[in-house]
């Protein structure tokens, strides 16, 4: 069962175009949604959580029609947003068997063995009587997870999952999700290349409203594959060499700073060729240089 997206759009009252005709096929498996804060991602997810309705366009989730068949959406759906609360002075096997009644599971033996069943999964059993809140930033993100995979939903939405987490817990949070996309369609929308690049067999990139490209991880850096070149320079240097190339990013490595180029040939003195990588992708197709890219025949790879 996968997911159909064409030419969603939404404007919201205050005139803010936050999704323009944006199209995606979104198959079974994990799906990174990535792009900056405020590129359009929440609203996209809120408008597949059928949360609110897009303005125009269609979305399939199989044969269901998430735009006009809003119940039988939320009944196969799991959605953890990027902020949710939770009730600190109640316990967590508590919450969780309650969160699991308004799903419809009435039988008390099946629902108390579902909620043994999520809490392991999520590797919360053995603190699962304690008071959500003493929970730790990822505790509360995999707690969040077994309220989403209550009723196994065909259809997963994570937003932002990892924002705020420590490494550790990072860590623990995406070998879960990664468990979980063998099954359903998972959506993992986040700012953050490395998760995407972690877990993920498809992507799209989006920037104001607008999808900028949709590949496989793999596909799109291998895209790149003698497009990209680097050079060590000083900060001083950077705005002589914006006004020359087209540079995809800057950051600083040992007081100094490292900046990648897109280009077809080597840009001149100093430069040396880099290995792409997924944060490359990102940038470049911020930048727009996949455009150029696809202008290439030879780079025509399941972009």
């Known amino acids: 069962m996968g997911l159909s997206i064409r030419n969603v ?4 009252a205050n005139g803010v175009q936050a999704l323009h005709n944006v199209s995606l096929d979104i198959p079974p498996g994990m799906y990174g949604l990535l792009g900056p804060n405020g590129a359009g991602k929440s ?74 069943h999520l809490l392991r999964q999520t590797n919360l059993w053995e603190v699962r009587r304690q008071k959500l809140g003493g929970f730790s930033g990822g505790m509360k993100q995999r707690f969040g997870v077994a309220v989403a995979l209550l009723g196994q939903p065909k259809l997963l939405i994570v937003d932002e999952p990892t924002a705020g987490l420590d490494p550790a817990e990072r860590v623990r949070f995406l070998n879960l999700l990664s468990e979980l996309g063998e099954n359903s369609v998972v959506i ?32 799109a850096v291998a895209a790149l594959t003698g497009r990209i070149w ?12 914006e006004q020359e190339h087209q540079i995809v990013s800057a950051k600083l ?33 911020l930048k727009g240089c996949f455009g150029e890219v696809n202008q290439q025949p030879k780079t025509v790879v399941a972009l």
């Open 230 to 241: 680097r050079k060590l320079t000083d900060k001083q240097a950077l705005p002589a060499l």
């Open 9 to 12: 759009s939404k404007r919201y």
């Open 43 to 116: 609203t996209l997810m809120r408008t597949l959580a059928t949360l609110q309705a897009p303005d125009a366009g269609t979305i399939h989730l199989g044969d269901i029609d998430v735009v006009k068949q809003k119940e039988a959406v939320r009944q196969t759906l799991g959605y953890l947003p990027q902020e949710f609360g939770v009730y600190p002075k109640a316990r967590a096997e508590d919450l969780l068997d309650y969160f699991a009644i308004l799903k419809g599971i009435g039988n008390k033996s099946e629902r108390r063995a579902t909620v043994e």
């Open 188 to 219: 993992l929308s986040t700012h953050i290349v490395e998760d995407v690049a972690e877990l993920c067999t498809n992507m799209a990139i989006i920037n104001q409203g607008r999808i900028l490209l949709e590949a496989s991880p793999l596909g």
């Open 253 to 285: 490595l040992s007081g100094r700073t490292l900046v990648h180029v897109y280009s077809e040939e080597a840009p001149g003195s100093g430069f040396e060729p880099a290995e792409p990588d997924l944060e490359d992708v990102y940038f470049s197709a």
